[in-house]
Protein backbone atom coordinates (compact mmCIF):
# COMPACT_ATOMS: atom_id res chain seq x y z
CA UNK A 1 0.00 0.00 0.00
CA UNK A 2 3.22 2.34 -0.71
CA UNK A 3 2.33 5.49 -2.42
CA UNK A 4 5.94 4.79 -3.31
CA UNK A 5 4.78 2.75 -5.86
CA UNK A 6 3.24 5.09 -7.73
CA UNK A 7 5.72 8.35 -8.18
CA UNK A 8 3.39 11.25 -8.34
CA UNK A 9 2.79 13.26 -11.73
CA UNK A 10 2.81 16.87 -12.05
CA UNK A 11 -0.23 18.18 -12.57
CA UNK A 12 -1.55 18.07 -16.31
CA UNK A 13 -2.86 22.21 -16.86
CA UNK A 14 -5.19 22.49 -19.35
CA UNK A 15 -6.57 26.16 -20.27
CA UNK A 16 -9.53 26.68 -22.30
CA UNK A 17 -10.42 29.72 -24.44
CA UNK A 18 -14.22 28.70 -24.86
CA UNK A 19 -16.31 25.80 -24.72
CA UNK A 20 -15.06 24.33 -28.19
CA UNK A 21 -11.52 24.07 -26.48
CA UNK A 22 -13.18 22.41 -23.43
CA UNK A 23 -15.19 19.87 -25.86
CA UNK A 24 -11.36 19.21 -27.26
CA UNK A 25 -10.11 18.37 -23.61
CA UNK A 26 -13.52 15.99 -23.47
CA UNK A 27 -12.22 14.39 -26.69
CA UNK A 28 -8.66 14.12 -25.39
CA UNK A 29 -10.13 12.64 -21.98
CA UNK A 30 -12.13 9.86 -23.78
CA UNK A 31 -9.08 8.71 -25.96
CA UNK A 32 -6.67 8.75 -22.84
CA UNK A 33 -9.76 6.76 -21.01
CA UNK A 34 -10.11 2.98 -19.76
CA UNK A 35 -12.45 1.16 -17.80
CA UNK A 36 -12.45 1.48 -14.03
CA UNK A 37 -11.46 5.34 -14.51
CA UNK A 38 -13.73 7.38 -11.66
CA UNK A 39 -13.11 11.20 -12.35
CA UNK A 40 -13.60 13.77 -9.67
CA UNK A 41 -15.11 17.03 -10.54
CA UNK A 42 -14.52 19.96 -8.62
CA UNK A 43 -15.31 23.08 -9.37
CA UNK A 44 -17.83 26.43 -9.05
CA UNK A 45 -21.05 26.61 -10.55
CA UNK A 46 -21.40 27.14 -14.21
CA UNK A 47 -17.53 26.27 -14.53
CA UNK A 48 -18.00 23.23 -17.37
CA UNK A 49 -18.08 20.02 -15.69
CA UNK A 50 -21.33 19.27 -16.95
CA UNK A 51 -19.91 20.83 -20.07
CA UNK A 52 -16.79 18.63 -20.14
CA UNK A 53 -18.33 15.01 -19.21
CA UNK A 54 -20.87 15.79 -21.88
CA UNK A 55 -17.92 16.38 -24.37
CA UNK A 56 -16.06 13.06 -23.12
CA UNK A 57 -19.07 11.24 -23.47
CA UNK A 58 -20.11 12.30 -26.90
CA UNK A 59 -16.67 11.87 -27.99
CA UNK A 60 -17.09 8.01 -26.90
CA UNK A 61 -19.70 7.73 -29.15
CA UNK A 62 -22.95 8.34 -26.81
CA UNK A 63 -25.94 9.48 -28.80
CA UNK A 64 -24.98 13.11 -27.92
CA UNK A 65 -29.55 13.68 -27.17
CA UNK A 66 -28.74 11.21 -24.38
CA UNK A 67 -26.10 13.36 -23.15
CA UNK A 68 -28.42 15.79 -20.86
CA UNK A 69 -27.89 17.84 -17.81
CA UNK A 70 -28.16 16.38 -14.67
CA UNK A 71 -29.40 18.77 -12.80
CA UNK A 72 -32.57 17.19 -11.39
CA UNK A 73 -31.29 13.35 -12.14
CA UNK A 74 -28.45 12.11 -10.18
CA UNK A 75 -27.08 9.05 -11.99
CA UNK A 76 -27.53 9.49 -16.15
CA UNK A 77 -25.55 6.91 -18.03
CA UNK A 78 -24.52 7.44 -21.63
CA UNK A 79 -23.45 4.49 -23.42
CA UNK A 80 -20.80 4.78 -26.24
CA UNK A 81 -17.40 2.54 -26.53
CA UNK A 82 -16.99 2.98 -22.86
CA UNK A 83 -20.29 3.64 -20.50
CA UNK A 84 -20.08 6.82 -18.61
CA UNK A 85 -21.72 7.44 -15.36
CA UNK A 86 -22.22 10.95 -14.44
CA UNK A 87 -23.34 11.48 -10.93
CA UNK A 88 -24.49 14.93 -9.90
CA UNK A 89 -24.05 15.28 -6.26
CA UNK A 90 -24.55 18.58 -5.61
CA UNK A 91 -28.35 18.09 -4.96
CA UNK A 92 -28.17 15.17 -2.14
CA UNK A 93 -28.47 16.35 1.25
CA UNK A 94 -25.13 14.61 2.63
CA UNK A 95 -22.81 12.42 1.56
CA UNK A 96 -24.68 9.26 2.95
CA UNK A 97 -26.97 9.83 0.45
CA UNK A 98 -24.29 9.62 -2.31
CA UNK A 99 -23.39 5.95 -0.36
CA UNK A 100 -27.61 5.49 -0.73
CA UNK A 101 -27.52 5.60 -4.26
CA UNK A 102 -24.94 2.77 -4.79
CA UNK A 103 -22.27 4.65 -6.06
CA UNK A 104 -19.44 2.45 -5.15
CA UNK A 105 -20.88 -0.11 -7.29
CA UNK A 106 -20.01 1.97 -10.16
CA UNK A 107 -16.82 2.12 -9.54
CA UNK A 108 -14.00 -0.04 -10.72
CA UNK A 109 -16.85 -1.17 -12.80
CA UNK A 110 -16.71 -1.61 -16.92
CA UNK A 111 -17.28 2.17 -17.43
CA UNK A 112 -15.87 5.67 -16.62
CA UNK A 113 -17.78 7.28 -13.75
CA UNK A 114 -18.07 11.41 -13.23
CA UNK A 115 -18.32 12.30 -9.66
CA UNK A 116 -19.49 16.50 -9.93
CA UNK A 117 -18.91 18.22 -6.90
CA UNK A 118 -16.26 15.74 -5.50
CA UNK A 119 -15.31 17.69 -2.49
CA UNK A 120 -18.65 17.27 -0.70
CA UNK A 121 -18.36 13.27 -1.05
CA UNK A 122 -14.92 13.27 -0.97
CA UNK A 123 -14.87 10.53 1.24
CA UNK A 124 -16.88 7.86 -0.72
CA UNK A 125 -14.57 8.08 -3.41
CA UNK A 126 -12.23 5.07 -4.21
CA UNK A 127 -8.52 6.25 -3.47
CA UNK A 128 -7.66 6.11 -7.51
CA UNK A 129 -9.27 9.17 -8.69
CA UNK A 130 -8.43 11.50 -11.60
CA UNK A 131 -9.39 14.87 -10.17
CA UNK A 132 -10.31 17.56 -12.07
CA UNK A 133 -10.45 21.15 -10.95
CA UNK A 134 -11.86 24.01 -12.95
CA UNK A 135 -11.17 27.36 -12.56
CA UNK A 136 -13.20 30.07 -14.13
CA UNK A 137 -10.67 32.93 -15.74
CA UNK A 138 -12.90 34.91 -17.78
CA UNK A 139 -16.10 34.75 -19.10
CA UNK A 140 -15.11 31.66 -21.36
CA UNK A 141 -11.99 31.05 -20.62
CA UNK A 142 -11.36 28.16 -17.92
CA UNK A 143 -8.50 26.29 -16.39
CA UNK A 144 -8.57 22.43 -15.81
CA UNK A 145 -6.09 21.25 -13.89
CA UNK A 146 -5.67 17.45 -13.26
CA UNK A 147 -4.07 15.12 -11.01
CA UNK A 148 -3.79 11.51 -10.48
CA UNK A 149 -4.08 9.34 -6.85
CA UNK A 150 -3.55 5.85 -7.99
CA UNK A 151 -3.08 3.70 -11.07
CA UNK A 152 -5.87 3.54 -12.87
CA UNK A 153 -5.62 7.49 -13.43
CA UNK A 154 -1.96 8.06 -13.40
CA UNK A 155 -1.90 5.72 -16.72
CA UNK A 156 -5.03 8.59 -17.77
CA UNK A 157 -2.91 11.16 -17.14
CA UNK A 158 0.23 10.12 -18.46
CA UNK A 159 -1.63 9.57 -21.98
CA UNK A 160 -3.38 12.93 -21.60
CA UNK A 161 -0.43 14.47 -21.80
N1 LIG B 1 -14.73 27.35 -21.77
C1 LIG B 1 -15.93 26.91 -21.33
N2 LIG B 1 -16.06 25.63 -20.93
C2 LIG B 1 -17.24 25.19 -20.47
N3 LIG B 1 -18.35 25.93 -20.36
C3 LIG B 1 -18.27 27.22 -20.74
C4 LIG B 1 -17.06 27.75 -21.23
N4 LIG B 1 -17.28 29.06 -21.54
C5 LIG B 1 -18.55 29.30 -21.24
N5 LIG B 1 -19.16 28.22 -20.76
C6 LIG B 1 -20.56 28.18 -20.31
O1 LIG B 1 -20.54 27.93 -18.91
C7 LIG B 1 -21.62 27.07 -18.57
C8 LIG B 1 -21.09 25.80 -17.97
O2 LIG B 1 -22.19 25.04 -17.55
P1 LIG B 1 -22.05 23.60 -16.93
O3 LIG B 1 -23.44 23.12 -16.71
O4 LIG B 1 -21.15 22.77 -17.75
O5 LIG B 1 -21.35 23.95 -15.54
P2 LIG B 1 -21.21 23.05 -14.24
O6 LIG B 1 -19.84 23.25 -13.73
O7 LIG B 1 -21.64 21.65 -14.53
O8 LIG B 1 -22.24 23.76 -13.26
P3 LIG B 1 -23.11 23.14 -12.06
O9 LIG B 1 -22.22 23.17 -10.87
O10 LIG B 1 -24.25 24.08 -11.95
O11 LIG B 1 -23.53 21.74 -12.44
C9 LIG B 1 -22.41 26.81 -19.85
O12 LIG B 1 -23.44 27.74 -19.93
C10 LIG B 1 -21.37 27.05 -20.92
O13 LIG B 1 -21.95 27.45 -22.13
MG1 LIG C 1 -23.10 20.43 -13.72
Redesign the pocket.
Given at each position: MSSLAEPTQPPFEYE????H??DTLGAMLADAAESGLVVG?I??????????V?ATATALGADPSSVS?P?FVLIQEYFGRLPVYHF?T?RLRDVRAFADLGAEEYFGGDGVCFV??ADRVASELPRDVLHIE?TVLA????RFRITASGPVSQRVLSRLR
Open positions: ALDEDTLGPLGAGKTRLRSTDYEWVPTSR
